[in-house]
């Protein structure tokens, strides 16, 4: 018997990265008006920003149906394999709880539904654990069991570049957002309680990239791995990653692109790092 791991696109590894893990991915579909894209089909990273910046009106997620997963899972479970899950945080869209209606189809214990509380590099973080205890010979109930546990100690902090996608999205008055771009004011963000919340304003990127190198200076675990994206701004996350590595104490370090599930609502411009805290 093996233990497989699943997990959606939101995690931002790639899905080529993903299979050569070992780790079968279900693609979050992405809408711009009526017409559907898929990542890896007919939707890359490029083409999504480009799209997103000429876009009135922010484009929708769909979430992964019961069937979906179900069908994904009944191959494993025919097999004699366990399954565990590893979704975007339940918080941000309803895939957590299709997954557990599709956990529900098969014998009890045999898929193993985590409600990871994160998304983007922050979730790619934890699906590189599991994959490390899947490697060790751990069953998925202790996978399920150590990824519950991971989870709360996870944190992610990130600067947003441009205002105008808090804006489109409602979560910024046209006013806050005029106001803000003036002053240079860039927003500070984090994932609390499997949601992404500001956690304060920066003036201006640099003092955002001090104010992430002084968590990482002060919270972060370096003996487990640590993840970084961006928005299509690899330079900003190098200059990023640049004030917080005298502090990183060779801490192994996996960046991404920051996909659409995401980068819809932050826009290009954002990067940021997840860690293990102490």
């Known amino acids: 018997m093996a233990v497989k791991i699943m997990t959606d696109s939101s995690c931002d590894i790639a899905l080529d990265t993903l299979k ?18 898929v990542e890896g089909v007919n939707l890359t990273s490029e083409l999504f920003y480009t799209m997103l910046s000429q876009a009135e009106a922010l484009p929708k997620t769909a979430q992964i149906t019961p069937i979906e997963f179900e069908e994904r899972i009944a191959p494993y479970i025919e097999a004699g394999d366990e399954v565990v899950i590893l979704p975007i945080s339940k918080e941000l869209s309803g895939t957590y709880n ?12 045999r898929v193993h539904v985590v409600d990871t509380c994160h998304v983007t590099f922050s979730l790619a973080l ?20 150590a990824m519950a546990e991971l989870s709360p100690k996870i944190r992610l902090y990130a600067v947003i570049d441009d205002l105008k996608y808090l804006k489109l ?5 046209s006013a806050g957002a005029m106001v803000g771009t003036l002053l240079g004011v860039k927003p500070l963000i984090t994932i609390s309680q499997g949601k ?7 003036r201006g990127l640099k003092a955002g990239y001090s104010f992430i190198a002084e968590k990482v200076k002060t919270e972060a675990d370096f003996s487990r791995g640590m993840t970084s994206g961006h928005s299509r701004c690899p330079d900003r ?3 990023m ?9 060779g801490a192994v370090l996996r960046s991404f692109d920051i996909g659409p599930v995401v980068g819809t609502h932050i826009g290009p411009g954002c990067t940021g790092i997840a860690f293990v805290e102490k």
């Open 20 to 37: 050569e893990m070992g780790v079968d991915p279900i693609v979050i579909r992405v809408f711009f008006g009526e017409k559907e894209y």
């Open 98 to 109: 299709n997954a557990l209606i599709a956990a529900s189809q098969f014998p009890e214990g």
């Open 126 to 145: 934890m699906v590189y654990e599991a994959v490390a205890l899947r490697d060790a010979g751990c069953t998925g109930a202790e996978i399920a069991a």
């Open 169 to 173: 999205g409602g979560r910024l008055s």
């Open 196 to 202: 992404v919340v500001n956690i304060g304003k920066a």
């Open 237 to 239: 996350m190098e200059e």
């Open 241 to 249: 990653l640049g004030n917080c590595r005298p502090y990183m104490a």
